[in-house]
Every structure is written in C-alpha cells, then in structure tokens.
C-alpha cells in the first residue's frame, strides 16, 4: 500500500491542544521513539473525541490536591485517530525522559469499543511515523519502558505486544513511497 493510503486509511482529526495550556509546553523534541499507551478508561463513549476534548479542555487529574498536568501526540480508538501535539513538541506522557525522546500514543479501551479494530488502526498510525521519521521496529516501546507503570496494560498480556509490533511491521514492510514527499502529509 502507497503511503499516502495508509495515512489516509487512519481517518485523522486534527484537535491541537491551544498554544499556551498548561500541558502544551511548547518544548522542542528529539524523536527516539513512540511510546505506546492504553487510556485505562474503560467507560462508556471513552473514545478518542472523548479524551481529545479532556487533554485539550482540561488536561490534568488532581493527587493530593496537587495538579498533574498530561498530554500526548494522539489518541486512536476503533473509528479514528486524532492528533493532540505536532510532533515536534514534547508531551507529558512517560516520564522526563519518555517525554523527551518520544511520541506518545493513547489507544482507547472503553467499553463497546472494536479493540483489534482500534490496534489495528495504531498500527498503521506507527507504520507511517516510522517510515516518515526513518525509525525502526525497535523504536517502538511501552510507557512501561520509560517508567515501570503497567501500561499499555492490554498489550502487555501475553504475546499480545509481540503480536502488536508484528502488525506494525507488516504495516511498515509493504509500503510503498508516493510520488509526494511525506514531509507533505499530515500524520
């Protein structure tokens, strides 16, 4: 498949949290990686417009009393893919190194959601980011990597993640370049 299929395939949005929140901090990013997450909200209708609007309108959650701010690149449920921060700016998502080497992604989990459908679509989500960034397979890690946490907590049951980049990489294998230069379309 031709790249700009691919992209085309992932149905994205583009949502940007405004210049100036708090959890947009404008830094500049060094891009090592992409840091694969789960959303852990298993509600009903926690999907990606759902948590685009939180992350864009809210983007913090309160520990004792005290105001954490998060943000990350883009979030993917079974329908869509919407986009957060350019990538070329640093997210809050894994950790100060995590957030200084990587693109965070959040893949939904709520109840009623298609979950393969919603793998397979952060997959190709990957896929392209790794052939328009010049990355590799092994450049694709967990939040657990950064920082211990549990997450993304559905693909870190049994082969699940091995079969997860096994996706990806058939993904990133049987693109083809376009006549366009990728740097030309928005992923």
Known sequence: MKRGELGASLNLEIELIPDGRPNRPGVPITIKKITVHNTSNTGRGADAASHSNWVR?????EIN???????????????????????????????????????GIEICMHQGIDQETAFDRASRLIAVLLYDLNLAIE?????????????????????????????????????????????????
């Open 57 to 61: 309108n809210t983007g913090y959650y």
């Open 65 to 103: 009393g005290k105001r954490n701010y998060v943000s990350w690149h883009y979030t993917v449920d079974d329908h869509r893919v919407i986009k957060q921060l350019p990538i070329s700016e640093m997210g809050w998502h894994a950790g100060r190194r995590g957030n200084s080497l990587s693109i």
């Open 139 to 187: 450049d694709v890690v967990t939040h657990k990597y950064w920082t211990g946490k549990n997450c993304p907590v559905l693909l870190l049951q049994g082969q699940k993640w091995e079969e997860f980049k096994n996706k990806i990489r058939s993904y990133l294998e049987g693109m083809i370049q376009d006549s366009e230069d990728p740097a030309d379309q928005d992923v």
